[in-house]
């Protein structure tokens, strides 16, 4: 019931029109002064129904910015 992990990846500046995603392994990618790289990690899946957790536990989770 729980939902899957997000991928891995890159983003070459980030947020702008020039904007390129990359994958989470690349080789020969130039980067120049200047230029932003997110980087994100792959995250883990969830594991059964959200909806049947105790809901203080929920509200933590919602609160520090996991769900």
Do not use: C, H, N, Y
């Amino acid at each position: 019931g729980g939902g899957p992990g997000g991928k891995a990846g890159m983003v070459l500046k980030p947020d702008t029109p020039r904007e390129m995603r990359l994958p989470s392994k690349v080789i020969g990618q130039v980067l120049r002064k200047g230029d932003v790289l997110r980087l994100m990690g792959a995250g883990g899946g969830g594991w059964g129904d959200p909806a049947a957790r105790d809901p203080v536990l929920a509200e933590r989770d919602r609160v520090e910015g996991f769900a």
